[in-house]
Structure formats: structure tokens, C-alpha cells
């Protein structure tokens, strides 16, 4: 069972069995969406974001002015002026220490932002939170200027008292925001992956693969989920990032084993079973295996 604990105005810390705190929105609030300002941010909440955590809804970090580092998932992406970052949800993220930043944070949940079929279907599939290679960020000094027109009518109408139509208002100005940030995105980015079939496939596949991968290992249990054959996901995943199915399967488990040894005092018997190994040694052969030591050496080290 989840202990709640107050943390600041903002969040909710869900201490888990881990030591890699979870943050929730907390309860009570209008929306499960805000707009923050970092340096304000930074002043209240500085303890819990340069501690290494988990959130359960998304990030948008719009670093205007300053030099900033961030790490997500063992990825540290050094952030200069005028960039977008995209943080999916429960990504194990860390802020550090910061110089002078300003910006804006834009934090929701899917409950605020997909209300239909469409909207959720966007949010699955847009670039920003599903870059297929690494982690989502991205220079927008020529576009400045529109963003930063589009958040000043988000904090404008998030000052408002709400009312039965600043949900839907607060909603569609996130979709131009991401709309705007997508068009750059894809732009920018000579490798980016075009949509299609086959990314709609991996993308099917990622989601699955964070649903089910403690339990399920075997691509064939994905590829009957998703209602194609073996080869033709082989054949999506190879085509979109290079991996096999199989590849993808193994960095998932790995990452997480990786989470849990670096971030928690879990026995590695306990980190075994928490991702899906009956027996401890079958989990240290597998670790081994893919990583060329073992689990306590990789904690060690």
C-alpha cells in the first residue's frame, strides 16, 4: 500500500517499496494540468527534483534562458537556451543544479488531455513523448515567439476562476502548443522516423511493452496482442529503429533492472522477481548476459 505524504503545493509523493519516489498530481486541484514558472519551481521544489524520481503524468520543460542538465533513464542531455524538453510519464528523471534558469514547466496527466479517441490516438503517437531513439528535445529560438504566445494564454486563462468551458480552453491551447513543437520536431531532426504502418506498429509495441514486460517475454505474445505476425513486427522494428523485437524486450527488462540496482536497496532476488525471473540465478545469467557483468558488480560499479 502507497503512503501519501505532502510534499509541496503541486505534488503528492508516493512512497513506494523503492527508493525512487513517485509523484502524483495531488488531489483537489482544478485541473490535472498546470503551468509553473521554472524559477519559481526550482525555489519551492529544488529538494525533490534533484532527487531521482518517477512522475505520473508528462512534462514539457521550456528552458528560455539559462544552461541546464537533466538526466532521464541514465540519458543526461545538457539544455541550453530556448529549448523544448518532453518528459513521458514515469520516466526515472533527475534535475540538477541550475544556473539563473527561466522557463516554463507544463505538467498534465492523460485523464486531462485525452478525452476522446482522436486526442489520445495524438498523444501516442506524436514524436514528442514516442522518440523512438532518444530522449525528446530540441532548439525553438525562431519559434519563440509563437510559444511563447500560446503559454501566455494558457497562464492567463489557468489565473481565471474556472468555469465549464477553461478545461476544453487550457486543452486546446496544450494541443497548438504540441502541434507547434511536433512541426518543429520533425523538421529539425534528419533521423526522425516517418509515420507510417511501421512506426504505428512500434509505437503499439513500445505501450504494450510497458504494460506487460515484467510478465510477458516472448514476441509472439505481443504480435498476437497486436493482431500481425512475428515477421511483420520484426520487420516494423527492424525497418524503424534498427532492433529486433526481441532487442527491444531485453532493454526494456535491462533498463529497469538497471533502475532498481542504481536507485534502490532491493536485494538482486527481490529486483529479479519484481521483473518477471523465478529463480535469482536465471535473473544474474540474463543480466550478464546482456550487460557483461553482474547485477551487484553493475550496483558496485
Not at 525555489?43 to 539559462?66: N, P, Q
Not at 523512438?132 to 530540441?138: A, D, P, Q, R, T
Not at 513486427?233 to 529497469?256: A, F, H, Y
Request: hydrophobic share 35%; glycine share 4%.
Amino acid at each position: 500500500m502507497s503512503l501519501h505524504i505532502k510534499a509541496s503545493p503541486r505534488f503528492v509523493i508516493y512512497k513506494m517499496t523503492s527508493n525512487i519516489k513517485k509523484y502524483s498530481f495531488k488531489e483537489g486541484l482544478p485541473h490535472e494540468f498546470e503551468i509553473i514558472d521554472l524559477s519559481k519551481l526550482f525555489v519551492s521544489s529544488s529538494d525533490m527534483l534533484t532527487k531521482v524520481h518517477r512522475a505520473g503524468f508528462y512534462h514539457i520543460l521550456w528552458f528560455e534562458k539559462g544552461v541546464h542538465k537533466h538526466t532521464i533513464d541514465f540519458s543526461e542531455c545538457t539544455i541550453h537556451e530556448n529549448t523544448l524538453l518532453f518528459v513521458y510519464k514515469d520516466a526515472v528523471q533527475q534535475f540538477h543544479q541550475y544556473e539563473e534558469v527561466k522557463g516554463k514547466a507544463m505538467i498534465f496527466t492523460d485523464d486531462f488531455f485525452c478525452k476522446n479517441e482522436e486526442e489520445t490516438s495524438f498523444l501516442k503517437s506524436c514524436t514528442l513523448f514516442n522518440d523512438l531513439k532518444s530522449v525528446s528535445h530540441f532548439h525553438v529560438e525562431e519559434s519563440a515567439e509563437v510559444f511563447r504566445q500560446i503559454a501566455g494564454l494558457m497562464e492567463h486563462e489557468f489565473s481565471l476562476p474556472k468555469d465549464e468551458h477553461q478545461s476544453e480552453i487550457l486543452r486546446n491551447l496544450l494541443h497548438n502548443f504540441l502541434l507547434q513543437a511536433e512541426r518543429i520536431n520533425l523538421k529539425q531532426s534528419l533521423q526522425a522516423v516517418k509515420k507510417g504502418t511501421d512506426r504505428d506498429a512500434v509505437v503499439e509495441f513500445k505501450h504494450l511493452l510497458e504494460e506487460m514486460f515484467r510478465t510477458e517475454k516472448q514476441v509472439s505474445h505481443y504480435a498476437d496482442q497486436m493482431a500481425i505476425t512475428v515477421k511483420k513486427l520484426n520487420q516494423s522494428t527492424s525497418k524503424t529503429v534498427g532492433k529486433t523485437p526481441k532487442q527491444m524486450i531485453d532493454d526494456r527488462v535491462m533498463l529497469e533492472a538497471k533502475r532498481l540496482l542504481v536507485y534502490t536497496h532491493e536485494s538482486v532476488k527481490e529486483i529479479g522477481y519484481s521483473i518477471g525471473f523465478d529463480e535469482p540465478t536465471n535473473f544474474v545469467k540474463y543480466f550478464k548476459k546482456h550487460q557483461g557483468c553482474t547485477p551487484l558488480e553493475f550496483r558496485e560499479s
